[in-house]
């Protein structure tokens, strides 16, 4: 399994930006996907999942209704938008699927919120 992250960046707070993960070596729409983060001297937090299909997404109460999971499973990619973004959003961002319990991690894509 191969998972590549792109469209970090530096963005000002209030900003957007999207990130997009492109998966390889797995069946792509037979799996939840998530995106997590960590920022440093933090924990990694669990930002978003979305389900095989699309049809049901969550989110972490701290991004809540200001970032967007979505996937296209014809492109075997998720993405992240990123909107309203706040300094404290500033971290590794990393999509990631676990297959029979097992987690496989892209190489991650920096975000940095800052004016």
């Known amino acids: 399994v191969q998972l590549v992250e792109s469209g970090g960046g530096l963005v000002q707070p209030g900003g957007s930006l999207r990130l997009s993960c492109a998966a390889s070596?797995?069946?792509?729409?037979?799996?939840?996907m998530n995106w997590y983060r960590q920022a440093p001297g933090k924990e990694r937090e669990l930002v978003a999942s979305i389900s095989r299909t699309g049809g049901a997404t969550d989110y972490a109460a701290s991004v809540k209704g200001r970032f967007t999971i979505s996937r296209d499973n014809a492109k075997n990619t998720v993405y992240l938008q990123m909107n309203s973004v706040k300094p404290e959003d500033t971290a590794q961002y990393s999509c990631?699927?676990?297959?029979?319990?097992?987690?496989?991690w892209g190489q991650g894509t920096q975000v940095t919120v800052s004016s």
């Open positions: 990631n699927v676990y297959i029979l319990g097992r987690g496989a």
């Open positions: 070596g797995v069946t792509f729409s037979s799996y939840t």
